[in-house]
């Protein structure tokens, strides 16, 4: 690399502070494929990811979550909030302002009237709209003028981000959905395949479960963007094919959630041609300890509050069974780049994630000893450790999964290596989740001490989440077994922290509550969080901009991506 | 005629068990069956003893190893020994096939000789096969296993529990087919010159059975025993699967199937070893009932 080559490169970049993708339609063709296909592109009428995330290309919301889960403005002018007077007070309505000039891809330009009408679309009472839930509570959607629109909700709603965020809840045109409000929503097959949007992208052909065609939206608000002329969408195939695809051969630039094995995923990467990448949301495979007594001889009342468990209500025995595991090798027996260790519940957005709890990654077989030794748990004859004539002898359930299962005899392994005896008990997924009352092998029955599963929440906001521990929560035979409380944890601090964070508006202030009661169950040992499971994707190498959001539509960005040589 | 049949086992030198053997051994596949079923018996009973790693220790850091001096099938997905799987899951397989093949065949075999000899209760004995066809295999599982299971756990502990469980479950559901044959041979037994002859002199329709149809239904209920130790096996392992069978670190040869199957691409010889000594068993279980079947039929003797 000579001087005046330097000088040359030095010189170009002063000149162009643009790189030379700034400019739109300038890279050709990107190629995107999803192992499912989508059927129809109006996120209104389906609830799978796969359509959701498609018509996120072409339909846009007013606000979006970026890959930290934070509230960023897309059509709007900002997120509005209590300090900026977008929220009322008293936390019933929300009035957001949309951006100037935005644009339809038709050449048509955006108001407060598409905002409204979307939502009287998705809230119709015959339309069955699928993504109603986001606009729960809403009394009425009122235009205040052309670009700002008022949201009242029914009661005070804390977190009132529900209508118009993220990729469940985009914006449609009035003009082209008009007739086709309620029953006629399915019926107007021409505008559900080929609906106008404001997205960097518009449909030139949607072939249900195959292919999407689209080009560069002419009217897109940002004149440099985005940096392809034309984009494929491919659906179908599984999740091998997908992963070969991108990963091995470079047909295409990008694949969506590759739920393939760590080795698998690491062979195909190791061709050269593509990267994998992962982000993370709240999934997480935790084991729920059991504080009530599953003995079969008390029969009906077996794990109900009504007698408390023999030996797991001793904290010493919890945080002893916590410690004896190893995080790190179950990620990389189990989940490889798709998973971390976590020490929380609630491990994400950042916002909310605590690191107050944090030592459990360490792997600390003698310090658990240590603290049964303390505890008064003594190793009996057959080395299982007791205490007043009580065995710590475990029986651990989960679903048939080979993951799971290899997880478990890991975990066995260690615990016999502190003493305690355990066995395992695999159910199928489809009775363990069924949450059939008569049924015995429910995990909401929980009969057993322990229990492994993964869990989430939807979108950003942990209180719904946060509230599965309130003592009422508890399934037993009076809630006919629902509830999400499986530990059966009952403390009147917990729901007092819970309450206050419903009343509270101001961001900052409810996710210190989040952490507070997420540090108050882990360091209780309430639940044992044992991986913090993501999402794996994989683009090409030539591919540029991608940044992974669990917290919206992958292709949330696909107005930044670009070629890069 | 009681002390002739008694005694005819220990009269030396041309016994009717003599005879037996003589012709059974001139049928090549039968002998190298029960040796090879000689000797997967003698190693899944050995095994252990020559080979002392512990099936279910987990050694991590040898996990997805290739055959060595260590191990010298490899290792599994956790750094289990193959070997040490292969003769715990035999022992459990093994069990399991015997003691619910013989279960299902005294249960069969009684169903069919009493429904084929007694015209009177025939009708019913046969409805109640029928039923016991027509029940949905499953959901009867299900509801045995919700009913017994946690009985059973706490009278004979985890693992004796589920054999118990496992072993009846398979044995009530699968003696229909030998019961429907059984019945089939012993309708056309009846009828025969011998046996007429035996109840026109008095013989006692116990004696009749025992004497007379038994010996001569033996070749189908040795057909049919073969086949039930393959199908116990199978079944088996598909109750491991539904989360209904043994725990699940708990080997058996089913299991080690079916926890291969996962890696057929990357390691296939992890599906080999218990995929072999499956197929090898059921095979050489179904030439000794060959040659058996032969052996037994007086008919074919000698030819």
Known sequence: MNVKFLTLAVAASLAAPLPSFAERASDGEVRIIYWQAPSILNPFLSGGTKDLESASLVLEPLGRYDQDGNMVAWLAQSIPTVENGGVSEDLTTITWKLKDGILWSDGTSVSSHDVKFTADYCMHPEGGCSQLSNFDDVASVDVIDDLTVKVTFGVPKPFPYGPFMGSTSPIIQRAQFENCMGAKAPECTEANFNPIGTGPFRVTEFRPNDVISMEA?????????????????????????????????????????????????????????????????????????????????????????????????????????????????????????????????????????????????????????????????????????????????????????????????????????????????????????????????????????????????????????????????????????????????????????????????????????????????????????????GRVSAHSNSLGGVVLNTWDSELWNAADWHRID | MTDLAASGAERPPRSQWGDVWDQFKTHRGALAGTIFFAFVLLAVVLGPVIWPIDAQYIDIRARNSGPSLEHPLGTDQLGRDTLARVFAGGRASIAVGMTAMLLSLVLGTLIGVVAGFFRRIDGPLMRLTDLFLALPLLPLLLVIILLFRDALRTAFGPETGIFILVVFVIGITSWMQTARIVRGDVLALREREFVLAAKSVGTPPRRLISRHILPNVLSPIMVSATLGIANAIITESALSFLGLGFPSDFPTWGRLLFDATDYLQQYPERVLWPGLAISLTVLSVNYMGDGLRDALDPRIRGR
């Open chain 1, 217 to 533: 939206n002419p009217n897109y608000r940002d004149p440099s963007k985005p940096a392809f002329a034309s984009l494929v969408f491919k659906g179908g195939g599984d999740a091998t094919a997908a992963g070969r695809s991108v990963l091995e051969t470079g047909e295409f630039d990008y694949a969506w959630n590759l739920q393939l094995a760590p080795d698998v995923l690491a062979n195909m990467e190791a061709a050269g041609k593509g990267t994998v990448v992962s982000a993370f949301g709240t999934l997480v495979e935790r084991i729920m300890v059991n504080l009530t007594n599953p003995d079969p001889a008390l029969g009906d009342e077996r794990s109900t509050a009504a007698h408390p468990h023999p030996f797991l209500t001793d904290i010493n025995v919890r945080k002893a069974l916590s410690m004896a595991i190893d995080r790190e090798l179950l990620v990389e027996i189990g989940y490889g780049v798709a998973g971390r260790p976590t020490c929380n519940i609630l491990p994400a957005p950042p916002i909310y994630a605590s690191n107050a709890n944090d030592a459990c990654l360490i792997h600390d077989i003698e310090g658990a000893n240590n603290s049964l030794d303390e505890a008064g748990w003594m190793p009996g004859p057959d080395g299982i450790r007791q205490r007043d004539g009580v065995r710590i002898s475990i029986l651990y359930q989960t679903s048939t999964n080979a993951v799971r299962q290899d997880f478990q005899a890991l975990i066995k392994q260690w615990w016999s290596e502190i003493g305690v005896e355990t066995e395992l008990r695999n159910i199928d997924a489809s009775v363990f989740f069924g949450g059939d009352p008569g049924s015995p092998d429910t995990y909401q029955k929980f009969y057993a001490d322990l229990e492994m599963y993964a869990n989430n929440f939807d979108g950003t906001d942990p209180e719904v989440y946060m509230g599965n521990w309130k003592c009422d929560e508890s399934p037993s035979p009076d809630t006919q077994w629902q509830g999400a409380n499986m530990p059966r944890y009952c403390d009147p601090e917990y729901e007092a922290l819970l309450d206050e964070m419903s009343k509270t508006g101001d961001l900052n202030e409810r996710a210190r509550l989040a952490k507070a009661m997420n540090d108050m169950l882990m360091q209780n040992f309430i639940m044992i969080p044992l991986v913090d499971r």
